[in-house]
């Protein structure tokens, strides 16, 4: 049962969100600086699971909360936060922090949530693809060519004929089109959001990816089933002695007939992989295997024990059983690795869009027209060849080709980014088309740039997390520095601490062996004269009365199962009366009394000397600052706290 002191810490942020007033009270001085009731209770929160299992009290937890900020004020006085090492350290946490800050924002909150949506339902779509040409005039055309066809399919004409006849998909001779079932992450981003968004047998206006432009139908929809477990029997598409199909058909009959799925596929599967263990294939989700095939066929099972009629694939002759269906995993679950899939898949562009959409609204962004028409110029025919080298006037140098609030980039910094640009490009697209993904890429990086820099000061929760990083890089520099090294140094005080308190490190007598115990002391009696009868190479166990009881113990000398009197000596004791029973031990171990050496304890030693010069820092630091504690406010925090 909770006591009354943990319920009280676990209702404390509502006692002070219903209490702003005091919230905003002066608790303490530290000289001049004020340190208000809110900053403590954020900490007391914190703390909540420590304060309760030790017990500790609001004054002591105090205590601990003023020391840390006289150690914080020391750590600042000394300039630790000046020195190179902390400056460097702290940097790499303030960008780890604020890039998790931005790319795990409400934005991708929205995008991985709407991909965990998707994934409660499959698709199934066909599609006529018009590959993208290099030149911005030519992708009009294409353009214009993917509305007439839609218009054709309006007027009546056959999909899947169209696609054979204009599709680009090198696939579309076998499947007309069909890109069968599928759901998130199987197709690129743009794709997958004009699919989703149609209804069934809706065709899409032109749909634009990497690969061109798109007709797409929507052929299909149906809930997802989530992961299958199956098991089948499969027949080599050639067998010199019976045709395959004849005998899948057979075994098909058998199974009709009653026989085990299991028993069939150990006996005349011919899937090296799965035929000895019975058929079993290891579980898969939509898209997960090479055969869409049997994958359809699997996911056309209704129950669980169900199997298909003999299919063919281009592996052979299949029957399949349906072993389990594996619902989706909850969204809490699963969406940390649906941000790590979506960061690295098609949609780490359209969340980088929205991200970047969002910052602009935030900053002001300048971009000059006539610096990308200078530029655009410059880019002759030696860029298409990847051998484009920016060399700038003097006077161009220094000219802005575009700013985000008061971050410039020039034209020799752009200049120098574009030349990098040709060569990361293996088919470069037209040249106002890389001009336009460069400025929009630099202009994204220096948003992200200027963003960071400004979160302490428009996100309260940011600036928060940041404080508590610097503050504990801070204070580990400080310890480091003031009491863990010169401790760990010092071999000369430890050995000096170890002769003075020799007596302190005692390992004490210890017995190891069979300990008898019983409220009836004749039986113990009875049970030692058994004892000491028995041969020491006798392992037969001894038939104990139902009112003893046998352990296998090691025992201290100051363990509370022994008597004060106990003889630390081998062999069957004599019977004690302890603890209002009676017993015996059958001690096997003896280990005697020692002073360990300095080596063994030197951890203790140091892990003592630090806490004892903890304490001579900390009145140090009481007699160099004023602490001035509000007695008014802490009490009306003990009453608050205390309802």
């Not at 779509?125 to 993208?132: E, G, P, V």
Request: hydrophobic share 35%; glycine share 4%; aromatic share 10%.
């Amino acid at each position: 049962m909770k006591s009354l002191f943990s319920i009280c810490i676990c209702l404390i942020c509502f006692v002070f969100v219903s209490n702003a007033q005091i919230k905003n009270e002066v608790l303490f001085k530290i000289n001049d600086d004020e340190y208000k009731v809110e900053k403590f209770v954020t900490s007391f929160q914190k703390n909540a699971d420590l304060i309760s299992s030790s017990n500790e009290s609001i004054e002591q937890h105090l205590d601990r909360f003023i020391n840390f900020h006289l150690k914080l004020k020391s750590a600042y006085h000394l300039g630790l936060d000046t020195l190179p090492s902390f400056q460097k350290e702290f940097g790499r946490y303030y960008k780890q922090i604020a890039d998790n800050y931005i790319s795990n924002g409400e934005v991708t909150e929205a995008m991985v949530k709407e991909t965990y949506d998707r994934t409660k339902t499959e698709v199934r779509a066909s599609h006529i693809l018009l590959n993208l040409p290099k030149t911005e005039a030519d992708t009009t055309a294409v353009y214009q060519k993917a509305l007439m066809l839609k218009k054709r399919i309006e007027n009546g004409e056959d999909f899947e004929s169209l696609a054979k006849q204009f599709s680009d998909d090198p696939s579309v001779k076998a499947n007309g089109g069909d890109l069968n079932w599928f759901n998130t992450f199987k197709m690129v981003y743009e794709f997958e959001n004009a699919a989703y968004n149609l209804e069934v047998r809706e065709v899409s206006d032109p749909v634009k990816t990497d690969f061109g432009y798109h007709i797409i139908k929507k052929t299909g929809e149906r809930p997802s089933k989530g992961q299958l477990k199956t098991a089948h029997i499969m027949l080599l598409p050639s067998d010199s002695l019976q045709d395959p199909e004849v005998k899948i058909q057979k075994i098909y009959k058998r199974l009709q007939e009653g026989e085990d799925f299991h028993e069939l596929a150990i006996k005349y599967s011919q899937d090296p992989n799965t035929a000895s263990n019975g058929g079993y294939v290891s579980p898969f989700s939509l898209g997960g295997l090479n055969s869409k095939v049997y994958e359809n066929e699997s996911y056309e099972l209704e129950n669980e024990g169900d199997y298909t009629e003999p299919f063919k694939t281009r592996f052979g002759w299949h029957i399949v059983k349906l072993i389990e269906t594996i619902p989706l995993e909850p969204y809490d679950e699963v969406k940390d690795d649906y941000k790590r899939r979506l960061k690295s898949s098609s949609r780490s562009k359209v969340l980088v869009s929205k991200i970047k959409e969002g910052l602009e609204q935030l900053y002001e962004v300048e971009i000059s027209e006539e610096a990308k028409n200078h530029f655009l110029n410059l880019m002759d025919e030696s860029f298409s060849k990847g051998k484009w080298k920016y060399q700038p006037d003097e006077e161009d140098a220094t000219q802005t080709v575009f700013s985000v609030e008061n971050l410039n980039v020039d034209y020799k910094t752009f200049g120098e980014y574009l030349e990098r640009q040709q060569r990361s490009l293996s088919k470069l697209p037209e040249n106002k088309i890389v001009l336009e993904t460069a400025v929009n890429d630099l202009v994204y990086s220096k948003l992200l740039e200027y963003h960071k820099t400004q979160l302490p000061e428009i996100d309260k929760e940011f600036s928060e997390k940041i404080d508590e990083y610097k503050n504990g890089i801070l204070i580990f520099d400080y310890m480091t520095a003031k009491i863990w090294e010169p401790v760990s140094k010092d071999t000369l005080a430890q050995k000096k601490y170890y002769e003075n308190h020799k007596k302190e490190f005692v390992i004490p007598s210890k017995v190891q062996g069979q300990l008898y115990t019983s409220k009836d002391k004749k039986s113990l009696k009875v049970l030692r004269s058994e004892l000491k009868k028995r041969s020491k190479t006798d392992t037969l166990a001894i038939n104990l009365s139902e009112d003893i009881i046998i352990e296998e113990v090691i025992l201290a000398e100051d363990s509370d199962k022994l008597p004060k009197k106990f003889n630390f000596k081998g062999g069957l004791s004599k019977i004690y009366k302890h603890l209002d029973q009676f017993m015996i031990m059958d001690v096997k171990e003896v280990e005697i009394s020692k002073i360990p050496e300095f080596k063994e304890v030197n951890g203790k030693i140091i892990s003592h000397l630090q806490d004892q010069k903890e304490e001579d820092l900390i009145s140090e630091l009481r007699a160099d600052y004023d602490v001035e504690i509000n007695n008014d406010v802490l009490k009306q925090l003990k009453e608050e706290l205390e309802k």
